[in-house]
């Protein structure tokens, strides 16, 4: 058995069941990944330069999307560097802070979200309290509170991780995460305080969820009172909860499979399934830039507008 002296380097195992198709997986990839940048780079852009849009959704929304730019290279560069080399590993180091990176842009989208569905209920539950309520003191601190907790709680969470003794050295996943790298301990008691922290912040975060689900049933109450709200339901609320709902059945299929199927399940049926979580995880971004891009009345005018410009500039 290997001790945590030794083990400065993980073997990422699943990766090993694309060999006869990496190259094609990786032109693949690499264009699915300039896509999502595109997409969220235009759409921050376009929020950014724009005043009539530095307002709260949209203001939330870069902040999504930026999100999505930082989950996103946490992965993808890495997987397109393994695709190329025939023993797909990581460093210690390295894989503590990929660890780092997938779980805070996991649960700092959902933050995200969760901010999201409270900006449209108070626009279209409370229209004229909305100024007073989402001051822009307000917004600045929902944001901050959607990035810093969950940075805070897992720089917890992989401190913990680093000073458990490991006594294995493959990870059985396209990435690494703190639950699998859990499972290296050699000691079952030394991983006592990280379950403790991560069952709390499963419940942190499922909270999340239901306080989501429960503003938009509100919203879907609420709407079809009215053929106004639900012209603004449909346009702003609708991409929220695609992304949304794609996002937790992934995170749910991931964590039941990490945590009770990883030894259960055949090889050939977790694999493509589970593995292979980030592509499908992060699909949202690119998706959900789009839709706001396609569906907003604003969004399509401000596009309009630097369309007209830019063929004027161009004469």
């Keep these: 058995m290997e001790n945590v002296s030794v083990v400065r380097v993980f073997t990422l195992a699943g990766i090993n069941e694309t060999v006869n198709y990496r190259m094609t997986i990786f032109a693949l990839t ?12 235009c759409l921050i852009t376009i929020i950014i330069v724009d005043e009539n849009l530095h307002e709260p959704m949209y203001v939330l929304l870069c902040n999504f999307c930026i999100n999505g730019i930082y989950g996103t290279t946490g992965f993808y560069p890495k997987f397109l560097l393994d695709l190329l080399t025939s023993i797909p590993q990581i460093s210690y180091e390295g894989c503590l802070f990929q660890a780092f990176i997938m779980y805070s842009f996991a649960c700092s989208d959902l933050s995200i979200l969760a901010v999201m569905a409270y900006d449209r209920y108070v626009a279209i539950c409370r229209p004229l309290h909305y100024r007073s309520i989402m001051s822009k003191r307000r917004v600045t601190q929902l944001v901050c509170f959607s990035w810093l907790t969950p940075f805070c ?24 995460v703190n639950w699998v790298i859990f499972k290296l301990a050699c000691n079952e008691s030394d991983i006592v305080s990280n379950n403790i922290v991560s069952y709390a912040t499963i419940v942190i975060y499922v909270l999340h969820g239901v306080f989501i689900m429960w503003t938009y049933m509100h919203l879907v109450k609420t709407s079809v009172k009215s053929i106004d709200d639900r012209v603004r339901f449909m346009q702003t609320c609708v991409p929220h909860l695609i992304s949304l709902t794609t996002f937790l059945i992934i995170i749910v299929f991931d964590l039941l ?16 399934v589970f593995k292979r979580v980030p592509e499908s995880e992060l699909t949202g971004f690119s998706g959900s830039a789009l839709m706001h891009i396609m569906q907003n009345k604003e969004m399509n005018t401000v596009r309009m507008h630097h369309y007209v410009q830019s063929q004027k500039n161009a004469l």
């Design 30 to 41: 690499l264009l699915y990944y300039c896509v999502i940048l595109f997409f969220n780079i």
């Design 257 to 272: 499979y990490m945590r009770f199927a990883s030894t259960k399940l055949p090889q050939a049926v977790s694999s493509p």
């Design 153 to 176: 709680i897992f720089s917890i969470s992989v401190i913990l991780t680093s000073r458990l003794s490991l006594c294995g050295s493959k990870i059985q996943k396209l990435f690494c």
